[in-house]
């Protein structure tokens, strides 16, 4: 009887059941250039989550922050958590060619050069790593570490849902299901994605009437929270973090007790409450608390006594130019902020907007003492999410190798505060993520961290 009765609300609630078919319609606020997981990004978390459609990796990590397979079916690690070997499931690149050992050894030797891939035969490998690495099937499922297949000609095939059948760089972008993915059709038809788009004037023009998700800046969402519109917000997971650049030319790096100076004088505290309307927390780590469970552990410095003793005791400072992303207005807020902060120690912080500084060779041509970046944290397993971060803040061999590694909390939690024990990085905050959805979109899965999860996602209409 009760069977019978959810029979008849389905069949009179079409619209409920997911269906295949309709195109479902995407907002990007910034522009992405290339799909390649290899080459650097502007925005490296908007990228990951267009390339993430076409291409996969070895691992993935779930919502709930655990290891599962992709295209790797399973694993081993050898004595010495050096060797790890891996299987793969029975899979075919968008091409119609088959995922073989040797095409996914080429791809890996392509993303690290530090490891030595043996291949076994058609469907198994291993991967010899120079340190110790215990959560190597962790870091596989980095983004940086997906199955690409290069052709001759620079195309790149990959063996995700999704291929991409129109590609405008930093514009507009088309991917069409693709009806051979190992894991099942997905049921959208397509995936139409138009880059760099304002939001207000979709609002104004046609009120998203034709879009079925939109990314929101934090300077966006009161107006939204304030209506009937639906909108989803990530926990904290953006790092706001400063670097201090080294010496290039004959200028000299940001003398150290100035550099701790800046990090004693931030109100990390006003930034995220109210420059951020809290939906930002205060960083003191690189990874989030909710993640690690050990940020805490880091105690805010905030000490603006302090930070004038250190700048009275280097005597004459010159100011200290911070350059941040000129298209972010949160990034100009908080640069302009952290300025005022500085300020009040006596020290001299020139913010100014530039382009690339999210990218290690925009950097080496800045021409700034510092740079206010925003990072993604690209997993929700703890040493992937640092591995990451150290590889975006270009952190020395010896960190990074300890990163790698760590094969428990206390080493991550020793490698964070080797990292920032000299003050050249210096967290401000963990950011928010936000998303507006259509009521026509159904089981869109936005993660902890901001990534999509569109496995399930369908949406109403033609």
Do not use: C
């Not at 034709?210 to 969402?221: N, S, T, V, Y």
């Not at 190798?401 to 905050?429: H, M, N, Q, Y």
């Amino acid at each position: 009887m009760i069977a019978a009765i959810l029979l008849l609300v389905a069949m009179a609630n079409p619209s409920t059941r997911p269906h295949y078919g309709s195109t479902a319609r995407i907002l990007l606020q910034h522009k992405i250039n290339s799909l390649d997981p290899l080459l650097e990004s502007d925005y490296p978390g908007d990228r990951d989550k267009l390339t993430q459609l076409v291409f996969e990796t070895l691992t993935e990590i779930d919502a709930q922050g655990h290891l599962r397979p992709a295209l790797a079916s399973s694993w081993q690690q050898e004595a010495g958590q050096r060797i790890w070997q891996f299987q793969l499931r029975l899979a075919s690149f968008q091409d119609g060619t088959v995922v073989t050992s040797a095409t996914v050894a080429a791809s890996l030797r392509s993303a690290s050069l530090d490891w030595k891939i043996n291949v076994l035969n058609r469907q198994a490998f291993t991967i010899e790593s120079p340190v110790p690495s215990p959560h190597l099937p962790e870091l596989l499922s980095l983004p940086k570490f997906a199955i690409v297949k290069r052709l001759p000609d620079a195309t790149l095939i990959g063996t995700g849902p999704y291929k991409v059948t129109q590609w405008q760089p930093g514009e507009h972008a088309l991917f069409a299901a693709n009806d051979d993915y190992w894991g099942g059709r997905p049921y959208p038809d397509a995936i139409e994605v138009q880059m760099a788009a304002s939001l207000r004037e979709h609002l104004l023009e046609r009120n998203l009437g034709r879009d079925h998700a939109a990314q929101l800046g934090i300077d966006q969402l009161r107006t939204l929270e304030q209506t009937t519109q639906n909108v989803a917000v990530s926990r904290p997971a953006e790092l706001l973090v400063i670097l201090f650049l080294p010496d290039r030319g004959n200028r000299k790096a940001v003398d150290p007790r100035i550099r701790e100076a800046i990090a004693d004088a931030i109100n990390r505290s006003a930034i995220s409450n109210t420059l951020l309307q809290k939906k930002a927390t205060s960083a003191t780590a690189l990874l989030p608390q909710w993640l690690t469970g050990y940020e805490f552990l880091f105690a805010d410095k905030m000490n603006p006594e302090q930070a004038h003793k250190l700048r009275t005791a280097v005597g004459t400072v010159a100011p200290v130019t911070l350059a941040y992303d000129f298209s972010d207005p949160v990034s100009k807020m908080v640069a302009e902020r952290i300025a005022v902060d500085a300020h009040e120690a006596g020290i001299v912080v020139q913010p100014f907007g530039d382009t690339h500084v999210n990218t290690k060779s925009g950097r080496k041509s800045s021409t700034a003492d510092a740079v206010l970046l925003k990072l993604p944290l690209r997993s929700l397993d703890p040493s992937a999410a640092l591995a990451g971060i150290a590889d975006d803040l270009d952190l020395s061999p010896d960190l990074s190798s300890a990163i790698l590694s760590a094969g428990r909390p206390d080493d991550l939690f020793v490698a964070e505060r080797k990292t920032l024990e000299d003050s050249r990085v210096i967290p401000v905050a963990h950011v928010s993520q936000a998303l507006w959805l259509s009521s026509a979109v159904h089981n869109w899965q936005q993660l902890a961290n901001g990534d999509w999860n569109l496995d399930q996602v369908w949406v109403e209409g033609k």
